[in-house]
């Protein structure tokens, strides 16, 4: 009940204060964008006008890195961080702040990309309050009629489950009720192992799960005769890379662990495909979690 009170209560005042903050600025620009939120570990936000201006943070500063690229009918673009340089960012042409929704809206060669975080923070269910659970959706439309051929990668810096880039980290997959479930966490697990303000979480687990299609493997692989599905997710520390260069990411995973950020250890990497015509738009989502033991200590 601890924990889930500390979790429940964070949303709350994260949400109030980002509310507050839009408010206060007349809704025209937060002074930072809640993409994630849950506590104040579990907590990455946007500190720029636009999505693509920098990377994702913690709410302390420091670099949690969420990227992401599209593929447009073969040209790529940024609709997420500001890395790699050399790829033009999407033209961003709407933010929403919501209670429970961020919402970006992107335009480019002839698709609209919505890129939504949704966090189920209802009051009125504290089962579904207290998950750490934030759900990220892709939707392409076509705006000249057109269809287009459109695939998007998210690429999750190991970064996110430690404290410092220094720390080792190992990571792993599960499967879970129709989810291909990636997870990355320190190798040291010592929870609540220090005190004060500028610190990351680094025990605990940081989950990225993506849905399998029926009847799809959970890791798509390259046949000769194609493709086995769309959807392909790698542990690869150069899928934006491999993404940029070649419209895909490898299939096989890098299992060279445990490592450090700061010496490549794998990045969490999902490409999943959204293509679209004049009649139909194409949905896809993930979802972005952490679990962990402890979140609280009482000091007696």
């Known amino acids: 009940m601890t924990q889930r009170f500390v979790r429940i209560a964070t949303v709350v ?11 206060a600025f007349g809704q025209e620009r937060a002074p930072a964008v809640p993409l994630v939120v849950h506590n104040p570990y579990f907590s990455i936000w946007s500190m720029n006008d636009h999505l693509t201006d920098g ?12 990227a992401g690229l599209a593929r447009i009918d073969g040209q790529v673009f940024r609709y997420m961080g500001n890395a790699p340089r050399g790829v033009v960012a999407m033209k961003q042409v709407s933010l929403t702040i919501a209670p429970t929704h961020t919402t970006y809206v992107f335009e480019e060669s002839g698709v609209r990309l919505t890129l939504a975080f949704f966090t189920p923070a209802f009051p009125q269910d504290m089962d579904v309050l207290s998950r750490p659970v934030t759900y990220l ?25 430690v404290n410092t880039d220094d720390e080792e980290v190992t990571w792993g997959r599960s499967q879970e009720a129709g989810l291909a479930v990636m997870n990355v966490g320190s190798r040291d697990q010592q929870p609540l192992n220090r005190s004060g ?8 687990y940081f ?9 799809a493997p959970a890791n798509a692989q390259d046949t000769p005769q194609g493709r086995v599905t769309g959807d392909v997710t790698a542990f690869s520390s150069t899928a934006i890379r491999d993404f940029a260069q070649d419209g895909k990411i490898a299939a096989d995973d890098d299992m060279e662990m445990p490592r450090t950020p700061h010496d490549g250890a794998a990045h969490l990497a999902a490409e999943l495909t959204l293509n679209c015509d004049g009649a139909h738009s194409a949905t896809q989502h993930v979802l972005l979690a952490y679990t962990q033991g402890y979140a609280i200590e009482q000091l007696s």
Do not use: E, F, Y
């Open 137 to 161: 959706t892709w939707t392409a439309a076509s705006t000249d009629g057109a269809a287009h051929k459109v695939d998007v990668l998210l690429d999750v810096d190991p970064l996110i489950a």
């Open 207 to 215: 989950h990225l799960a993506v849905p399998v299609s029926a009847g």
């Open 197 to 204: 303000d500028n610190l990351r979480i680094d025990w605990g």
């Open 55 to 66: 990377p994702t943070r913690h709410w302390t500063g420091t670099p949690q890195a969420l």
């Open 13 to 23: 005042v994260m949400l109030a204060l980002s509310s507050a903050a839009c408010r």
